[in-house]
Each structure stands twice: as structure tokens, then as C-alpha cells.
């Protein structure tokens, strides 16, 4: 028989993906597993494995052709017996509508005939929590997936499984519907064109970058805050240990981390800046994941630092590290791209004193760490000058929910939490 | 690098901190003198740094206790030694009423930095008087802090940054680890291990087990004969007794969703309880399993006949039969 493999979904909030290249081509045999082509989403390349074994049959998307989650890509003669096929037709008729055209996962089509005895003898299955939780959050028929725990009970790991797995899920309820205007699409004429210009489309990353800073300016409406603050003491700290760190971490010390430091603790005490505004709702985030900027050529990647406020100075600096050099030998995976909570963007590093930052949608803030740089500054006594190191902070916030009051009560955490930096802190 | 095991790893921190801090003294019953401890865990100690800083005190441990505060409170530190953690009790008043509070009643003038090491645990043949934990006793006391190394390293790092500390710190040490675990150490390098942080010994997405003291051991070898059937177990050791880490714990809690609890002590009224509740407070919606405790019966501690002995205390076949069924549920 004839089975239509359609487009896994390739990391949460990811919805379409573009064919990067066909591993296969028709009349090869594929084993279910195998690589069949490699797929760019937004900023990551991925390879798609084969759902099933079987004979390509036909490829239904070229090359460079961007589709959306669940398209059918690739026809596979498939030598199915007749079981396989009566559990199929099981599957058609028990699936919500989204799915009845495409072909059931493996794990599904095991669901069906494996469905445990137990269960049916009890007044109905009880769910843990976490199970009960996701099953709500997804949206998902637990008889559709098949339990592995104690007399077939549903596990948490088996539901993860089955989301990870199933190739076109329903978005999660969290997910804000997509209702503003992607950038819009090069036009064929283009405006103020001069003879001697040259025109050349833009990769699909500088193009995703695109659709989301439009999508963000778009919808938040931006408010921005700038305070200043005197770090004297953090590049005395920093000078005393950056040979020694060096030498034994085998990488620089550099300020940045110390800054993510800063806005970790000051995000435990400020969870409204930590949070999202999406449909009138306000989802706080209990998580503080950072997402930092980091720029490969013409790319910007933002990669996540998980849990930073559990880190140390060094455990940030490690991750900064290991995320970077991910980013820039290819290595970055969707996983080190998503549960970004707040951002913060080391713009100092391109010699900036001041910029208004556009908020990483749908983060609620994103704070803008500037250069540091000598000053003129008067004395406590206010008698004498001493020269001391400035930096400045930028905030850029969703003015629908976040006012000046928040906004100036975490600057000046971030700020106190600065001051702990001084010559003797503890790196480890 | 040099192998050595717990006890010497007590002693180097001991050693490496009567070198820095002239201020530091260290004493108790058998601490000086060429014994150096009934478990020689100052052994050698005395004769390096004279009696004066490394001495044997009175058979009273509420003196103990009390001289040591009472050289906190002058500007010193101490490393006060109960013999065993059974002994402590005449102490208690001036460990939670005295040390405990001082920063608290003096708005942070004066200080108590003391050490109180105390050798806890059965399985020696020691009865009652020389197996019990006692950690329960001295659990949520604002002010005095409740550690326990598992781990050899910890030994050395965790007793140094207690000894730095300015805090009392209740140290406890499993007698049975003093001699069963050993780990390369280089006798050069600084440890200074976080007195506050528990710790991630092992990476797992099945189940999550914490632990501390011998019990951690017991855990440990079970996740490696349970990674051979494929179940991959997150193990943590929560070190830090009181206050307890809340973070790494519940991120621990909400990885796997099925979380066990394993002390030698007995189950009820103990840290497992408190550590119970942290999880439930913070991670419930992640749960997938009733938090579970093993841990001692609750009875007195310890019997002395062998066979009873070996009921009394967890063993290392239940850790590994609990592990396994949790993972299954």
C-alpha cells in the first residue's frame, strides 16, 4: 500500500519548516529511522527521519519550498499486512479531523492493539497531575495513547512521548494565535531601484528574523527606560581574576555574565517582568531561562541559557560559552533555542552606549547591557571628581503590562545586585 | 594526586584551615594529644599546632558547646568536636538557644562561627548511645545551619566553607563513610564547596531519588544496576540539611515527576517530610507519582544485636526494590 509521510513538527512553537535537501530519491528503500531529508525551521536545520520503512515513491516537496506542519512530503510503497491495515482504518475513523488525513505514527498504530485489560474493568483511568495537566494542555485523547506504567497506567514520560512523536499536534493553548502580518513578501517591482543595484533574496533565517521583529514591534507596544550605573568595582573584580579564569577554564572572563548574574536574581523578585501578555492573560513564567543575542555573519541567533538564576557567575559564563560556539560551528539544537523567558542583549559589545532593544515576542522585556566606559564623576562628599566605570542599561517593555513602576523597581535591583561584584566575590 | 578517604579528607580541611585562620582552635573529648579523636579525625593535628589550638576539653558537652561560642563571640573561630552525635543532647540549649540566635538577639553585632562536628549513623554494632541520627532535633532552627558530606570531596570543601562560615554550622559525618568511600584529591587545590547548594550526583529522566549519608551510597549503586535495565535514575544529594535548597530540588522533582526520599533516620518528623512538602508546594503539577519515603522504622535507634541492627537501617536491596517499582508505577 501507499502511505503520505507529512512534516513533523520540529520543536515547540515551530509550524512550518522549508526542505533544505532530499537525502532520498524515488525508488530507494528506506528503513524506518533513516534520514530522508533535511529541514530548515526558524534558525535550526534538522533531519526528518523515515516514520516507517518502504519505497520512495514520489517527493512531493522540491527543494527550497517552505510548507507548514503536517503537509504531506513523501509517498512510500510500503509492504503493510493486512493487520497494519485494519488498525489504520481504526485510526481514521477515531482521530480528530486534523489528523484523519495522515498516515498514523508507529506508536499509535501499537496503541490500538495493545490496548490494556485493566483499564476497562475500573470506573475510568485516574491521572497523576503531571499527566492531567498535559493531557488538558495539549488537548489530547488519553485512550489514544497507550500506557506503560503499573496495569497500563498513563505516565507522564508516555504522553511526552506520544506529543514529541504524533507529526501534526494541535498547538498548545499557551501558543498566542498568529495575528499579525508577517513582513510582507518582496515585491516583483522594487521601489527606488537604480540601474547599477543588485537584488538577492534573503535567506530564510534573515527572513524569519524579519517576520518576528515585525510581529513583536507590531503588536507591543514598547516602552523604554535607561539608568545608569557605576561598576568600578565589578572591573577591579574582573581584572584580578580574568588570567587566572582564563588558565584554568581554558575561555575568557568577560562582563556579560556577570550581567546575566545581575538580572537572574533581580527576575526572581520581579516574576511580572519574567512573564507574557497574550490575549488579555498574563502568563508568569517560573522558569528564568535568558535568551542572549549571538550574531553569525548576517545571522542573529538567540539561544537560551536554562535556569540561569541557579547558575554562578562561572556556570553562566560556561553556558555562554558552550552556546556560542554552538551557534557558530552549526551545532545548535532546537532544544538550546526555545523556553526563552526574558532576553538580554549584549549590545556593549558592539561599542553601544544607548539603544532601544525590540522585545523578543512574546517575552514581556528585554534589557540592553551598553558599554562600559570611563567617567568624570563627583565624589560621595561631593567635594573632589574621581574617574569612574559607567555602563548604561536599557529596558525596552510591554507598556500593556508593565509601567514605569515595574520597570524602575527591576532596574534598580539589577543595579543593587551590580554592587555584590567586587573584588573577593566568589566566581564558583 | 593522592587517594585518600573521608576521614583524611576532615583532616586536611582541619589542617589547611589551623594554617590560614590563626584564630582557629579545635577541641573535645580525645580531640588532642597524640589520639587525635576517638576516630583520630584530628590525629597529628595537636602536635603540629600545639596544645594550645588543639586540645582535649572536659567530658560535659554543654561546655564544649558553650566555650565555643564563647570564643566566636571574641572574634575566633572553633571546631567543636561531640564524640558521637548521640552525645549532643546536654548541648542543645546552648547550640539553639545561644549559637543560633546570637546574630539574631545582637542584630548581627556579635557572631557564633562555629563548627559543631558530630559523627552520626549505625551499622557499627554501636547501640544506642553510638548510631543514632539525631539531625531531627536541630532541624528548622533559623540561624544554625545543618550539613552533611556524602561525598569525599564534600568532606574536605564542605568543612573548610563551614569552618569559614559565620554562621554555626552543625556538621554532620556518617561514621560508616569514614573509611568506605576514597577519591583522588589533590592535596594543592583549594575546595571550597557551597555550604547551601545541594547537589545533582547523577543525571536521569525516570526517576529522581534523594538522599544523604550512607543511605546516598546504597542509591547510588542501585541507579547503576538499574541503568542496566534501562531505567535512568536522577540522583541527588540534598547536603544542604537545613535551610534546604529549594531550587535544586523541585527542578530535580518536576525532571522526572517521580520522586523518592531515602534517609537512615526514621521516617517520620525528619528532613524527608519537610523536603516532601517543598516538592508538593512547587511542583505538584509535574507529579506523576505520590511522593514516596523510605527510611527507618519508627522506633528508638539503634539495636545492638546484629539481626535487629540490620532491620532498623535501611538496606541497600530495599533502596534498589523501591527504585525499581517507582520507576514501573
Known sequence: MQKEMTMPRLGESVTEGTIVEWLVKVGDQVAEYDPICEVQTVKVVAEVPASFSGTVKEILVPVDETVSVGTPIVVMETEADADADASDDDQTTTTPAPTTTQTPATAATTAAESTPAAETTTAGPRFSPAVATLLSKYQLDPNQITGTGHQGRLTRKDVENFVAQRSQPQAPQSTPAKTVAQAKPVQSGLMGRLATDTVQPASSIRKAIADHMVQSKAEIPHGWMMVEQDVSDLVKLRQSEKAKFQQLEGYKLTYFPFFVKAVAQALVKHPRINSSWQNNQILTHHEINISIAVAKGDELYVPVIKHADNLSVKGIASEITRLANAVRTGKITADDMQGGTFTVNNTGSFGSVASMGIINYPQAAIIQIESIRKELKPTPDGLGFKIADMVNLSLSVDHRLLDGVAAGGFLKDVKANLMQFKPGFELY | ????????????????????????????????????????????????????????????????????????????????????????????????????????????????????????????????????????????????????????????????????????????????????????????????????????????????????????????????????????????????????????????????????????????????????????????????????????????????AKNLEKAFLVQPDDVQAVMEKLAQF
Open chain 2, 1 to 304: 594526586m593522592a587517594e585518600i578517604d573521608y576521614l583524611q579528607a576532615l583532616n586536611q580541611a582541619m589542617d589547611e584551615e589551623l594554617a590560614r585562620d590563626e584564630t582557629l582552635t579545635i577541641f573535645g573529648e580525645d580531640v588532642g594529644g597524640v589520639k587525635g579523636g576517638v576516630f583520630n579525625a584530628t590525629q597529628g593535628l595537636a602536635q603540629k599546632y600545639g596544645d594550645e589550638r588543639v586540645f582535649n576539653s572536659p567530658l560535659s558537652e554543654a561546655e564544649i558547646a558553650g566555650l565555643a561560642i564563647g570564643l566566636g563571640v571574641t572574634g575566633h573561630h572553633a571546631v567543636a568536636e561531640f564524640q558521637f552525635a548521640d552525645y549532643i543532647l546536654p548541648a542543645t540549649n546552648q547550640i539553639i538557644s545561644e549559637a543560633s540566635r546570637m546574630r539574631y538577639r545582637t542584630q548581627g553585632d556579635w557572631t557564633a562561627p562555629v563548627v559543631f562536628r558530630a559523627p552520626y549513623g549505625g551499622g557499627v554494632g554501636g547501640g544506642f548511645y553510638h548510631s543514632q541520627s539525631t539531625e531531627k532535633v536541630f532541624m528548622g532552627q533559623p540561624g544554625l545551619r545543618i550539613v552533611t558530606p556524602s561525598t569525599v570531596r564534600d568532606a574536605k570543601g564542605l568543612l573548610k566553607s563551614a569552618i569559614r562560615c559565620e554562621d554555626p554550622v552543625l556538621f554532620y559525618e556518617h561514621k560508616r563513610l569514614y573509611h568506605s568511600i576514597k577519591a583522588d584529591i589533590d592535596p594543592d587545590e583549594e575546595i571550597l564547596t557551597p555550604i547551601d547548594k545541594a547537589q545533582v550526583l547523577r543525571e536521569g529522566d525516570d526517576l529522581t531519588v534523594m538522599s544523604y549519608g550512607m543511605t546516598l551510597q546504597y542509591v547510588l549503586q542501585a541507579a547503576e544496576a538499574l541503568a542496566k535495565k534501562g531505567i535512568s535514575t536522577e540522583v541527588v544529594d540534598i547536603r544542604s540539611l537545613y535551610p534546604l535548597d529549594k531550587a535544586t530540588i523541585v527542578a530535580a522533582a518536576k525532571k522526572t515527576g517521580k520522586v523518592l526520599l531515602v534517609n537512615e533516620d526514621n521516617q517520620q518528623g525528619g528532613i524527608l517530610g519537610e523536603i516532601s512538602a517543598i516538592i508538593n508546594e512547587s511542583a505538584l503539577f509535574d507529579l506523576d507519582a505520590p511522593i514516596q519515603r523510605l527510611a527507618g522504622p519508627d522506633t528508638p535507634a539503634m539495636p545492638y
